[in-house]
């Protein structure tokens, strides 16, 4: 008995594996919707391997979720789904929205049992989906691979309880805790690389996977950097990222140069509908520069401001209502500072490089005195080498509400 249900775990997490390899792979392509995968499998009747049957994920522009897609391919393929297994995700939704509930889909679909790594988090609807399924006589397991699953919709968590984006803070640091060398070091326009290629792509990778990426004017003016996503990733079927990945400039009074890399690419998405350069500025912001900025292409939006800075609550709102659910900070020492100290910030990812820059270099954040000791503020962390760098990720805030009990307690 013992070994029969040794096998059948062992089952239940290779195939959320899968699920969950599906639901990975739409990074950049679910948003504003989460991303999920969803595995169906038949057991032969004499027993044995279950097979895969049919299996999908979630993509926002081609509406079906991956309960659908699933089904849908299951029935191309000619296989029957009544008595299958569906692995999910991500709890099949009770509701409609842009799709009809999943839950009455694999009801209707005859399956018999249903794999879930973890309950909704909208709190509305959360375990809505599970009940329907219970109630219409199909066994239940939750919480296989529940923390891999959670870890894929950090942002989508935590947006569809705060409705403000998920925010991460990004900083490229020396290995004694500074952001940037002096400025009489440097050249204008010119930016400084601390860390190594290999880094500087996991940069790229966390851009891929963010909505929108935010800095101030003063990183502006000191780099003239592009902020665009170059991981060179594309999702299934080649799929490019469904929209591009939205530049946002803090810029109170529009200092930004019109010949400056970010407005030169401005505007390119235009025809998706879809803006890439959001600059916000002060209501007392030059007419005649929004004018000349919007011409560009870029998207200016006036935000309320205090003694010039601009209300950082107001911005995280501003971005929500244009559905951006995750923010990646790059910013200077200024804007660390004051997200950090507003406790706007869910997650940081510090990347230390071997290089010492010195006393009189520019600080991690204002108002902190060392990154390292910030770090122990951060819970869930994790550490990674990138070439010679260091990287450390660690969580500020807790994206998910609660822990469900593990599948081994879960009821059927």
């Given at each position: 008995?013992?070994?029969?249900?040794?096998?059948?775990?062992?089952?239940?997490?290779?195939?959320?594996?899968?699920?969950?390899?599906?639901?990975?792979?739409?990074?950049?392509?679910?948003?504003?919707?989460?991303?999920?995968?969803?595995?169906?499998?038949?057991?032969?009747?004499?027993?044995?391997?279950?097979?895969?049957?049919?299996?999908?994920?979630?993509?926002?522009?081609?509406?079906?979720?991956?309960?659908?897609?699933?089904?849908?391919?299951?029935?191309?393929?000619?296989?029957?789904?009544?008595?299958?297994?569906?692995?999910?995700?991500?709890?099949?939704?009770s509701h409609h929205g842009r799709t009809g509930p999943c839950a009455d889909a694999l009801i209707a679909a005859g399956i018999c049992r249903c794999?879930?790594?973890?309950?909704?988090?909208?709190?509305?609807?959360?375990?809505?989906?599970?009940?329907?399924?219970?109630?219409?006589?199909?066994?239940?397991?939750?919480?296989?691979?529940?923390?891999?699953?959670?870890?894929?919709?950090?942002?989508?968590?935590?947006?569809?309880?705060?409705?403000?984006?998920?925010?991460?803070?990004?900083?490229?640091?020396?290995?004694?805790?500074?952001?940037?060398?002096?400025?009489?070091?440097?050249?204008?326009?010119?930016?400084?690389?601390?860390?190594?290629?290999?880094?500087?792509?996991?940069?790229?990778?966390?851009?891929?996977?963010?909505?929108?990426?935010?800095?101030?004017?003063?990183?502006?003016?000191?780099?003239?950097?592009?902020?665009?996503?170059?991981?060179?990733?594309?999702?299934?079927?080649?799929?490019?990222?469904?929209?591009?990945?939205?530049?946002?400039?803090?810029?109170?009074?529009?200092?930004?140069?019109?010949?400056?890399?970010?407005?030169?690419?401005?505007?390119?998405?235009?025809?998706?509908?879809?803006?890439?350069?959001?600059?916000?500025?002060?209501?007392?912001?030059?007419?005649?520069?929004?004018?000349?900025?919007?011409?560009?292409?870029?998207?200016?939006?006036t935000i309320p401001d205090h003694a010039g800075r601009l209300s950082l609550p107001t911005v995280l709102t501003a971005l929500a209502e244009h559905?951006?659910?995750?923010?990646?900070?790059?910013?200077?020492?200024?804007?660390?500072?004051?997200?950090?100290?507003?406790?706007?910030?869910?997650?940081?990812?510090?990347?230390?490089?071997?290089?010492?820059?010195?006393?009189?270099?520019?600080?991690?954040?204002?108002?902190?005195?060392?990154?390292?000791?910030?770090?122990?503020?951060?819970?869930?962390?994790?550490?990674?080498?990138?070439?010679?760098?260091?990287?450390?990720?660690?969580?500020?805030?807790?994206?998910?509400?609660?822990?469900?009990?593990?599948?081994?307690?879960?009821?059927?």
């Open positions: 008995m013992q070994q029969s249900t040794t096998t059948r775990s062992d089952q239940d997490h290779a195939l959320m594996r899968r699920a969950l390899k599906l639901a990975a792979e739409t990074v950049a392509l679910a948003s504003p919707n989460p991303q999920v995968g969803c595995v169906l499998t038949q057991t032969p009747p004499s027993g044995g391997t279950p097979k895969v049957i049919g299996e999908g994920a979630h993509l926002y522009a081609n509406r079906d979720h991956a309960e659908i897609v699933a089904l849908k391919q299951a029935a191309q393929r000619g296989f029957s789904t009544k008595g299958a297994t569906a692995y999910v995700t991500l709890e099949p939704c794999v879930v790594a973890t309950q909704d988090p909208n709190p509305q609807v959360s375990g809505q989906g599970l009940a329907k399924l219970r109630a219409a006589g199909i066994e239940v397991t939750l919480g296989v691979l529940q923390q891999q699953a959670r870890d894929l919709n950090d942002a989508f968590a935590h947006f569809i309880q705060h409705r403000i984006p998920f925010v991460t803070l990004k900083a490229a640091l020396s290995v004694d805790g500074k952001l940037a060398p002096p400025a009489t070091w440097r050249r204008p326009n010119q930016p400084h690389w601390l860390t190594g290629p290999a880094a500087r792509y996991e940069v790229q990778l966390l851009r891929h996977a963010a909505d929108a990426v935010l800095t101030g004017i003063g990183t502006v003016l000191a780099d003239d950097p592009q902020l665009t996503d170059r991981s060179g990733l594309l999702g299934p079927n080649n799929l490019p990222r469904r929209r591009p990945l939205l530049r946002v400039i803090l810029d109170s009074q529009l200092r930004i140069p019109l010949s400056s890399q970010l407005l030169r690419s401005a505007g390119d998405d235009r025809d998706s509908g879809h803006p890439n350069l959001l600059i916000l500025c002060s209501k007392t912001a030059p007419s005649a520069k929004i004018t000349a900025l919007t011409d560009l292409g870029a998207l200016v939006e559905n951006i659910l995750s923010l990646l900070l790059e910013c200077g020492s200024h804007l660390n500072g004051a997200f950090l100290q507003q406790n706007l910030v869910d997650k940081a990812v510090l990347i230390y490089a071997e290089t010492e820059l010195g006393d009189q270099a520019i600080p991690f954040a204002q108002g902190i005195a060392s990154p390292y000791l910030f770090e122990e503020s951060l819970h869930r962390i994790t550490r990674a080498n990138y070439g010679p760098d260091t990287c450390v990720t660690g969580y500020l805030h807790e994206p998910w509400r609660t822990q469900v009990a593990p599948p081994s307690k879960a009821i059927s």
